[in-house]
């Protein structure tokens, strides 16, 4: 599958136009664009991207895509086969264990640091946010869900204040978590995901760094569980060339 055959509810989200800048802009914003639409799945799992229709569709060159690509086959949400054309990955259990471990890592200190650092507007977001990702999973809003998650984790890394341990989170957070919270295990589990996050919350804002360490293992623990089960009932219809540990 080509990017010009998005789905049909997304088809009309990416008609756009880069405007005409540096190549390094234009690179930037077809990197924005890609994430956006291999994360909503607007560019399905295993579909390979055309360069030159990708360009054409938006309007540059070949090389700011080319570059783009790049970015994203650094960061596992493509890949590149013999033929050197790109496909959107798919996760294999040894991904998930991987990039469970590593934010486990990234959390357990970004978590502890804002502890240290947050301000009380800090605070009152990341306990708002928690309260809105508790309402959305009441009401199974999966997309609404994910907004408030990712202002929720933002939130925190911006009140810890290391921006390069940030990106190495978010690189790594939305590469598992397309699958998940699109997935039948992760709309069952928006509610106990939620109350998670909560927990979280108010470690944080009470500054107890032994429930912090509890908290964000034990959710971390569980994504690990439910990215397991949506790997492996994938494994039929993409292959599985790697065992869970």
């Not at 009380?120 to 508790?134: D, H, I, T, Y």
Request: a neutral charge; charged letters at 30%.
């Amino acid at each position: 599958m080509s990017t010009t055959k998005l789905n049909s509810k997304a088809r009309d989200k990416f008609k756009v136009k880069l405007d005409t800048r540096t190549s390094e802009s234009l690179s930037d914003d077809a990197y924005e664009w890609l994430i956006a639409a291999i994360t909503s799945f607007a560019i399905p799992t295993n579909s390979q991207i055309s360069e030159n229709k990708l360009a054409t569709e938006l309007g540059v060159s070949r090389t700011p895509v080319r570059e783009a690509l790049k970015r994203l086959e650094n960061e596992g949400l493509v890949k590149r086969g013999e033929a050197g054309r790109f496909t959107v990955a798919m996760l294999t259990a040894k991904d998930v264990d991987e990039a469970i471990d590593l934010l486990i890592l990234c959390d357990s200190y970004m978590f502890a640091r804002a502890a240290e650092k947050i301000d009380n507007a800090g605070a009152v977001m990341l306990k708002q946010s928690a309260q809105q990702m508790q309402a959305c999973a009441d009401r199974a809003d999966v997309e609404e869900w994910s907004k408030y998650d990712k202002i929720f984790h933002e939130t925190i890394m911006r009140a810890a204040g290391n921006e390069m341990i940030a990106e190495v989170s978010r690189i790594t957070r939305r590469r598992i978590q397309r699958f998940w919270a699109r997935s039948v295990m992760g709309a069952r589990d928006l509610i106990s995901c939620s109350t998670e996050h909560t927990e979280i919350a108010h470690s944080i804002i009470g500054k107890d760094f032994i429930a912090i360490k509890r908290s964000a293992e034990a959710h971390l623990g569980h994504l690990r569980i439910n990215m397991h089960e949506i790997v492996e009932s994938m494994a039929p219809f993409f292959g599985s060339t790697t065992t869970r540990r």
